[in-house]
C-alpha cells in the first residue's frame, strides 16, 4: 500500500524541480506505547511505517521531516515507565524531528517536564512559542519557540503553538502562562518571513477549529500541523487566509491510529504546491519494528516495577465495558460505568453527591476479568510520580449554587455524570449538599481564580482518599459489575 502510493508520486513532473519534501506527522500519542485495545496503533506499527515513508522518498532523492503535534506525555499508563522520560525517549526512537508541547505534557507542571526533558536528552526539538516562564520553570534554552531546517537550500521553519485554554494553564502556574495561540502565531510568521523562511510550517497543539482561526487569520503560515482535538482529516482541510491563498490544515487522530504523510513542492519564497497526502492507518497486519519492541517490553517492566505489583493481577469481573477511550475517541458518555465511579466518587468522600466526568478517563476496557493494569488504564491519571492517583475533593455547597455549577459544567464537553439524587428528585436552593469531584476539577479551578474558587467551590476539602485504591476496592466488593438500578441512582 504504502508503495503503491508513494511510486505514484514520484511519476509526476515535480520530480524535476528537485525540491520535493515529505512532511510525516503525527498528534496525541498519549503514550499509547502498545497500541489501543481496539487493535489500533502502537509505536513499534507507527514506526514500521515511518521508516518505510522515509527510505522510499529517500530513493527518490525526497527528504522527509518528520513532526509530532503534541501531547505525546501523559494518557496511559506508560507515562509511568521512568517517570515520563521513556515518552520524551520514545519520540527519538520513531524518529521525529520536532514537536510541540500540548497540555498533557505540562499537567505535572513546567518544571517536571524540564526535569524529564533533561533526562531524556533527547535530539528531537520540544517546541512552544507562546509558552512564557520558561527561565523560571527550568525549560530555557530546552523548548525553543522554532526550528529552522534546510533542506534543499531553503529555509522551513517550524513554529510551535500550545492551546492557551485557560483551565488547561493550572499546572503552570504560578510560574507559566500560555499566551494566545493565535497573537504570537501571527508574531512568529512576521519573524520568520522577515529572517528568510521560505515555508513556515505551524506545529500546533491548539485544536482543528483553533487551526482554522489561525489559518485566516494568517498571512505566511503555509501549512498547519495540527493535535488537541482528536480530529482525523482522511483528507487536507483548507482554508484562506488574509492574503486569499489557501492554507492546508492537517491532523491524524489520536493514539497512533494513524500518520499522516504529506508531499510538497517548494518553489521558493512563500511558493509551493501540494503534490499528495496520505493518512495512513496503522493496523494489526502492519509488522513492529524490532527495536521499539524491545523498547516497550523494557517499559513494561518499568511501570510494573513502579507499582511493585502483578500488572495482571485479577481484580474482578465486570458484564459492562469500563467506559473509556476507543482508537483515540470516547465512543458513548454518561454510561454504566460512569455512574458507578460517579457513585463511588460520593461513597467514599462521605458525600451527598457525587460527580464523574467522561472525558477524564483514559482507555476503554471490555467485559470481562478486570486486572490492576485494566483499573490504570482506565484511570491513568496522578498529581504527582509516586501518589495513588488523584485524590477526591468535596465542598460544602447550598442548592442554589448546584444548580449553577450542574449548569457550568453541562455546557461543556465533558460528559457529567452525577449520583446521589433519586432520578426526578429537585435540589432545594437553601439546602446544604456536600459534593465530590476529582481533585483535578478544584486545580482547575483554582488556576481560573482562587475568588472564583471560593465562590463555586466554598469550603474546598481535598480529602486524602485516591482513586486507584477506591476504584480496586470498589470493583472487588461489586464484582461482577453490572449497570445500577434507577431506583438506585
Known amino acids: 500500500m504504502l508503495k503503491a502510493a508513494l511510486f505514484a508520486l514520484v511519476l509526476i513532473s515535480f520530480t524535476a524541480h528537485g525540491r520535493l519534501v515529505q512532511i510525516i506527522h503525527t498528534n496525541d500519542l498519549h503514550s499509547f506505547f502498545d497500541g489501543t485495545r481496539a487493535g489500533m496503533g502502537g509505536y513499534g506499527k507507527i514506526k514500521t511505517v515511518m521508516d518505510q515513508l ?7 532523492n525526497i527528504p522527509s521531516l518528520t513532526l509530532d503535534a503534541g501531547d505525546f506525555g ?20 520513531l524518529g521525529i524531528d520536532a514537536a510541540v508541547i500540548g497540555n498533557h505534557d505540562f499537567i505535572l507542571g513546567g518544571d517536571e517536564l524540564a526535569r524529564q526533558l533533561k533526562r531524556a536528552n533527547i535530539s528531537t526539538t520540544i517546541l512552544s512559542a507562546n509558552l512564557t516562564g520558561k527561565k523560571e520553570m527550568g525549560l530555557e534554552g530546552l523548548v525553543p519557540n522554532h526550528k529552522d531546517f534546510n533542506i534543499d537550500n531553503l529555509k522551513i521553519r517550524v513554529l510551535g503553538l500550545t492551546t492557551s485554554q485557560i483551565h488547561f494553564q493550572y499546572p503552570l502556574k504560578p510560574l507559566g502562562k500560555i499566551l494566545s495561540e493565535i497573537d504570537v502565531g501571527l508574531e512568529e510568521e512576521k519573524k520568520a518571513w522577515a529572517e528568510g523562511s521560505d515555508f513556515t510550517i505551524a506545529l500546533t497543539h491548539i485544536g482543528h477549529k483553533t487551526d482554522f482561526k489561525l ?8 501549512l498547519i500541523v495540527g493535535g488537541h482535538s482528536h480530529t482525523r482529516f482522511d483528507k487536507i482541510q483548507y482554508v484562506w487566509n488574509k492574503k ?16 499522516g504523510s504529506l508531499i510538497l513542492d517548494l518553489k521558493g519564497k512563500g511558493k509551493y504546491e501540494i503534490v499528495s497526502y496520505k493518512l495512513h492507518s496503522i493496523t494489526k497486519e502492519i509488522p ?16 510494573d516495577q513502579y507499582f511493585g505489583r502483578n500488572w495482571n493481577e485479577e481484580i474482578g469481573m465486570s458484564a459492562i465495558p469500563l467506559s473509556g477511550y476507543s482508537n483515540g475517541k470516547i465512543k458513548s458518555m454518561k454510561t454504566c460505568w460512569s455512574k458507578h465511579l460517579a457513585r463511588m466518587t460520593k461513597e467514599a468522600a462521605g458525600a451527598d453527591i457525587g ?14 476479568t478486570i486486572t490492576f493494569g485494566d ?18 475533593s468535596k465542598s460544602r455547597i447550598n442548592g442554589f449554587l448546584v444548580k449553577q455549577v450542574m449548569q457550568i459544567i453541562s455546557k461543556t464537553s465533558l460528559g457529567v455524570t452525577v449520583y446521589g439524587l433519586t432520578e426526578g428528585q429537585k435540589i432545594v436552593n437553601n439546602k446544604t449538599y456536600v459534593m465530590a469531584f476529582p481533585s483535578e476539577i478544584a486545580y482547575g479551578v483554582e ?43
Open 447 to 489: 488556576g481560573l481564580s482562587t475568588k472564583l474558587r471560593d465562590i463555586l467551590l466554598p469550603g474546598l476539602i481535598e480529602t486524602e482518599v485516591k482513586y486507584w485504591s477506591v476504584i480496586e476496592n470498589y470493583i472487588r466488593t461489586h464484582s461482577p459489575l453490572v449497570c445500577l438500578p434507577k431506583e438506585k441512582q
Open 215 to 222: 489559518g485566516r487569520e494568517s498571512k505566511n503560515i503555509h
Open 54 to 60: 522515509r527510505q522510499e522518498a529517500r530513493a527518490k
Open 375 to 392: 483499573i490504570i488504564d482506565n484511570f491513568p491519571h496522578f498529581r504527582k510520580f509516586g501518589d495513588g492517583g488523584w485524590s477526591i
Open 244 to 259: 486569499r491563498q489557501k492554507v492546508p490544515v492537517v491532523q491524524t487522530g489520536a493514539h497512533g491510529v494513524a500518520v
Open 74 to 93: 501523559e494518557g496511559s499508563s506508560f507515562f509511568l515507565s521512568d517517570e515520563g522520560v521513556d515518552s520524551l525517549r520514545a519520540l527519538e526512537l
Open 355 to 368: 460527580v464523574q466526568f467522561d472525558n477524564m478517563q483514559g482507555e476503554e476496557i471490555s467485559p470481562g
Open 288 to 303: 513492529s519494528h524490532e527495536k521499539l519492541n524491545t523498547f516497550i517490553e523494557e517499559a513494561k517492566v518499568k511501570r
